[in-house]
């Protein structure tokens, strides 16, 4: 991972083989109804459609997340065109949940704001671990 950085924006690579497979761009919230001192904002993932299926959007999620853990923020906001079924259905498996925040978008589809909650995520992680120690065979992806 590669970042870029300036004031109220970062920028995350993802290089393979010298060759660039992902993007993230992250930063403060654009919505004025967004708390910018507890929310940050994906403003854009993207992965090159050769590279889908082998992790990167994931293992950009979770800088992403890192990142925003070490900012102290604990709620994130993201919008995605509501007939992009792969992006949503990505944020879904990453655990985001729509607000009911909509804007208008091309193709009379709008955009939908979606949110991830870092606290609900590190509940949900704990209980994952919790239930690995009693012999559970929940499944993880360390990376």
Same mark, same amino acid.
């Given at each position: 991972?590669?970042?870029? $950085?300036? +004031?109220?924006?970062?920028?995350?690579?993802?290089?393979? *083989?010298? *060759?660039?497979?992902?993007?993230?761009?992250?930063? %403060?919230?654009?919505?004025?109804?967004?708390?910018?001192?507890?929310? #940050? $904002?994906?403003?854009?993932?993207?992965?090159?459609?050769?590279?889908? #299926?082998?992790?990167? #959007?994931?293992?950009?999620?979770?800088?992403? !997340?890192?990142?925003?853990?070490?900012?102290?923020?604990?709620? *994130?906001?993201?919008?995605?065109? *509501?007939?992009?079924?792969? /992006?949503? /259905?990505? &944020?879904?498996?990453?655990?985001?949940?729509? @607000?009911?925040?909509?804007?208008?978008?091309?193709? %009379? /589809?709008? &955009? !939908?704001?979606?949110?991830?909650?870092? @606290?609900? !995520?590190?509940?949900?992680?704990?209980? $994952?671990?919790? #239930? +690995?120690?009693?012999?559970?065979?929940?499944?993880?992806?360390?990376?």
């Amino acid at each position: 991972m590669r970042a870029l $950085q300036a +004031e109220n924006r970062t920028v995350l690579c993802a290089v393979r *083989e010298g *060759e660039l497979v992902g993007i993230l761009s992250m930063g %403060d919230p654009v919505d004025v109804d967004v708390d910018a001192t507890t929310a #940050g $904002q994906l403003h854009q993932i993207h992965v090159r459609p050769g590279s889908w #299926g082998q992790g990167i #959007g994931s293992q950009l999620h979770a800088a992403f !997340v890192r990142f925003l853990r070490e900012a102290s923020l604990t709620t *994130e906001v993201v919008e995605a065109w *509501e007939s992009n079924t792969r /992006a949503h /259905a990505f &944020y879904v498996r990453h655990g985001w949940t729509p @607000d009911g925040h909509q804007r208008p978008g091309p193709a %009379d /589809a709008n &955009y !939908v704001r979606l949110r991830l909650d870092l @606290d609900l !995520v590190g509940r949900r992680r704990l209980r $994952q671990h919790q #239930g +690995e120690d009693r012999g559970s065979h929940n499944s993880h992806v360390h990376q």
